[in-house]
T-cell receptor, first 113, second 115 residues
């Protein structure tokens, strides 16, 4: 089983829709969870990070962690065309002494005006 | 806002040539990383660097690769003899903290094209 799995999409939604992006992970020892946004041919940009279970909200973005299911989600409310990008979940590998990140495949999102 | 900068943005080279990719991490960060992303694939960890030495490396990071922090600001990745399969985006990242709450900030990347 892969350590971090993410449906690559693509996902296409109309402007204003609520978007749900998801990742599953295999190692129950993971504690920190991150979401990065990557525009075409650019570097990953940190959107949000969460620790342990629960929700964290930042503007139109909500990150959710369900450790019992090993499932993490990113919700985007009132999606905008500028949200069109690839969204990457990333988890620091706990056994790594420098916290190397394990990335999901990335989900490509297109928000249509 | 502090950021990680990478140069060049695009590097074209012939197979077998040496390339050096350059990065200036965020100034008060202590941990430095290189990642690679082949077109259409996942971002993959290559190497981490702390206290002037390699902390961890992946199986991708073989003897053809080396990293260096030649001065107080630059962090470089050298590929000694490039292969076609080295063509990818290379991202530099830095963080203030290692394990645990390890928030890594990425540069815009260098696109390496090996012909």
């Amino acid at each position: 089983q892969k350590e971090v799995e993410q449906d690559p999409g693509p996902l296409s939604v109309p402007e204003g829709a609520i978007v749900s992006l998801n990742c599953t992970y295999s190692n129950s020892a993971f504690q920190y969870f991150m979401w990065y946004r990557q525009y075409s041919r650019k570097g990953p940009e940190l959107l949000m990070y969460t620790y342990s279970s629960g929700n964290k909200e930042d503007g139109r973005f909500t990150a959710q962690v369900d450790k019992s299911s090993k499932y993490i989600s990113l919700f985007i409310r009132d999606s905008q065309p500028s949200d069109s990008a690839t969204y990457l979940c990333a988890i620091p590998q706990r056994s790594s002494n420098t916290g190397k990140l394990i990335f999901g495949q990335g989900t490509t999102l297109q928000v249509k005006p | 806002e502090p950021e990680v900068t990478q140069t060049p943005s695009h590097q074209v080279t012939q197979m077998g040539q040496e390339v050096i990719l350059r990065c200036v991490p965020i100034s008060n960060h202590l941990y430095f990383y290189w990642y690679r992303q082949i077109l259409g694939q996942k971002v993959e960890f290559l190497v981490s660097f702390y206290n002037n030495e390699i902390s961890e490396k992946s199986e991708i990071f073989d003897d053809q690769f080396s990293v260096e922090r030649p001065d107080g600001s630059n962090f470089t990745l050298k590929i000694r003899s490039t292969k076609l399969e080295d063509s990818a985006m290379y991202f530099c990242a830095s963080s203030a903290q290692g394990a645990g709450k390890n928030i890594q900030y990425f540069g815009a990347g260098t696109r390496l094209s090996v012909l």
